[in-house]
T-cell receptor, first 114, second 115 residues
Framework: AQSVTQLGSHVSVSEGALVLLRCNYS??????LFWYVQYPNQGLQLLLK????ATLVKGINGFEAEFKKSETSFHLTKPSAHMSDAAEYFC????????????WGAGTKLIIKP | KAGVTQTPRYLIKTRGQQVTLSCSPI?????VSWYQQTPGQGLQFLFE???????NKGNFPGRFSGRQFSNSRSEMNVSTLELGDSALYLC??????????????FGSGTQLSVL
């Protein structure tokens, strides 16, 4: 069965430091991959997605993610963290074999230290 | 363009009662999905409707039901509420369904507390 694993329920970085949020998935066919962000008391918002083509995907707010098929990973990065990046981040995957139903990771809360 | 609107924003009910939550998708969007979000279980898929038909369903008991109207607005109903139903219920809309790359637009959710 499809699954999505996000390493670390909480990740803490200093302002200006590199942000790295990890996501691994299990899928037997090429998947569609997503990162969503949820700010406090709000719904989720799409950061970026991979469908086909270039494996390095750029999203909003300076975030990017790289699809690595050999590692079944889709890690999210940002070169320099900002206080406004404090939020919860969700990785999700969908594939044809599961009728494109989104499978979600458990989420990672990103904490930014001043 | 107005975003996804969920009403009410907060709801307090007691065990055994029933509740109906409403979701108005973005104009032109025909797919509406519902999710339950709790600190312990994360995001869990409830169901998806497209053109008034349920397209996908998650692993929730029959107490959870939904429907979609011809204008794409959707309602979710939970009968015989239990304490464990306390959660943030999120609605998301998209233009189409059945395509893996669809972007979901989420509402701010309805926070349901069951006492």
């Amino acid at each position: 069965a499809q699954s999505v694993t996000q390493l670390g329920s909480h990740v803490s970085v200093s302002e200006g430091a590199l942000v790295l949020l990890r996501c691994n998935y299990s899928s037997s066919v090429p998947p569609y991959l997503f990162w969503y962000v949820q700010y406090p008391n709000q719904g989720l918002q799409l950061l970026l997605k991979y469908t086909t083509g270039a494996t390095l995907v750029k999203g909003i707010n300076g975030f990017e993610a790289e699809f690595k098929k050999s590692e079944t990973s889709f890690h999210l990065t940002k070169p320099s963290a900002h206080m406004s990046d404090a939020a919860e981040y969700f990785c999700a995957v969908s594939e044809r074999d599961s009728n494109y139903q989104l499978i979600w990771g458990a989420g990672t809360k990103l904490i930014i230290k001043p | 363009k107005a975003g996804v609107t969920q009403t009410p924003r907060y709801l307090i009910k007691t065990r055994g009662q029933q509740v109906t939550l409403s979701c108005s998708p973005i104009s032109g969007h025909r797919s509406v999905s519902w999710y339950q979000q709790t600190p312990g279980q994360g995001l869990q898929f409830l169901f998806e409707y497209f053109s008034e038909t349920q397209r996908n369903k998650g692993n929730f008991p029959g107490r959870f039901s939904g429907r979609q109207f011809s204008n794409s607005r959707s309602e979710m109903n939970v009968s015989t509420l239990e304490l464990g139903d306390s959660a943030l219920y999120l609605c998301a809309s998209s233009r189409q369904t059945g395509f893996g790359g669809e972007k979901l637009f989420f509402g701010s959710g309805t926070q349901l507390s069951v006492l």
